[in-house]
């Protein structure tokens, strides 16, 4: 069974950075696909990044792009999130997840397992 716990999350100025990062367990963490979402009360899970499991291909939500950064160590069975430049908008929990194949890296459905979530929160 594969275990994902985030950490990282806090409270930070608009235009400030946070780095999140995801601990994962389980022996075949380096064949998952991994990906971040976010989510606010009231609304669907939002696709933030994603990464291949040899970290070769990433994906990026087009409202995150350029500021965020996704990258894993499968030595270390983690995955992060660089999150610079933030927003107000930025505000939500945001979720670590791992797929064992995925068909498109940004559904919610394609995953297997997720965190617990780690609340970011903006201030203007």
């Known amino acids: 069974q594969t275990q994902l716990v985030e950490s990282g999350g806090g409270l930070v100025q608009a235009g400030g950075s946070l780095r999140l990062s995801c601990a994962a367990s389980g022996r075949i963490f380096n064949s998952y696909g991994m990906g971040w979402f976010r989510q606010t009360p009231g609304k669907e899970r939002e696709f933030v990044a994603a990464?291949?499991?040899?970290?070769?291909?990433?994906y990026y939500a087009d409202s995150v792009k350029v500021r965020f950064t996704i990258s894993r160590d499968n030595a270390k069975n983690t995955v992060n999130l660089q999150m610079n430049s933030l927003k107000p908008e930025d505000t939500a929990v945001y979720y670590c997840?791992?797929?064992?194949?995925?068909?498109?890296?940004?559904?919610?459905?394609?995953?297997?397992?997720w965190g617990q979530g780690t609340q970011v929160t903006v201030s203007s």
């Open positions: 990464i291949s499991w040899n970290g070769g291909s990433t």
């Open positions: 997840a791992a797929a064992i194949r995925w068909y498109s890296a940004s559904g919610p459905a394609e995953y297997d397992y």
